[in-house]
């Protein structure tokens, strides 16, 4: 074992590692955070709390049927900057790194600590993402409130709790490549915060239809000659009568903003998962177990 690997276990070694790769200049806005932050939210909002299948145990977008849901376009880069930190932790498994890799990324942005467990196994083959069907269980941005409740219901949310998710877009940006969409929702998109529902509920956002014929909404901001962008489904949280209440709470509250956002990104990186008293994963069925016995 080389000197910079570390102990089974050591997550407090792990985290340094992902503080250390998320500093990149030349990638968007200088920071990997973002498309980290999204990596562990796809991961995790595939749960579907029916049939308890989905969610971030497995890793699954390491297989092509998950990895390649149109959903997940771009992700890779985030895999890819992930692939060092594994490497170097070889007893981490997908599954914890990515979404421990989320968590941290919120943190050394400005946001809330975010409680995070550790103990997830990978899949060792695609048998279980072929079999539950892991894709097109993402939300689609051009859709209105009636989707967003489908969706997020699906994964056992309440309102309250998808408008506090959905605070997440005040990191990062829309890559026409990717998704089809184009632009950053804030101005400092590395920087975590409520901005996302400062802008959302007191700007007056203009629909745009991109070259590409993908219809967004834009503000232009003069002070910094930018262009800011919102989803459609970013706009149907303030035209919604059960979602606005919180879109505007959250936009003139910045510390409940962060306790409820703590609080339910946590819960998205959970679901699916079920342990004992003692912390350990019970429902996995994967002989490599965690670590934590
Ligand atoms: Fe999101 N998101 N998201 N999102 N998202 C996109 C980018 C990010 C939707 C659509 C999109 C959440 C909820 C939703 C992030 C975190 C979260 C993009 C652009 C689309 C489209 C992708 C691209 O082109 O690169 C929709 C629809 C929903 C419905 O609610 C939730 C929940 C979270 C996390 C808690 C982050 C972060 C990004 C920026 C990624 C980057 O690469 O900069």
Known sequence: MSVSQSKKGDFAAVRQAIKALLHQPEYDDGSAGPVLVRLAWHSSGTYDINTDTGGSNGAGMR?????????????????????????????????????????????????PSISWQGGRTDFVDDTKILKNKIAGRLPDATQGAGHLRKVFYRMGFNDQEIVALSGAHTLGRCHGDRSGFEGPWVNNPTRFSNQYFKLLSTLEWKPKTLPSGVKQFMYYDEDTE????????????????????????????????FRDFAKVFSKLMELGIERDAEGRITNTDNELGGYLS
């Open 226 to 257: 930018t262009e800011l962008m919102m989803l459609p489904t970013d706009m149907a949280l303030l035209a919604d009568p059960g979602f606005e209440p919180w879109v505007r709470r959250y936009g003139e509250d910045k510390d409940l903003f």
């Open 63 to 111: 297989y092509e049927y998950e990895g390649g849901d149109p959903a997940n376009a771009g992700l890779q880069h985030a895999r890819v900057f992930l692939e060092p930190v594994k490497e170097a932790h070889p007893w981490i498994t997908y599954s914890d790194l990515w979404t421990l890799a989320g968590a941290v990324a919120i943190e050394e942005a400005g946001g």
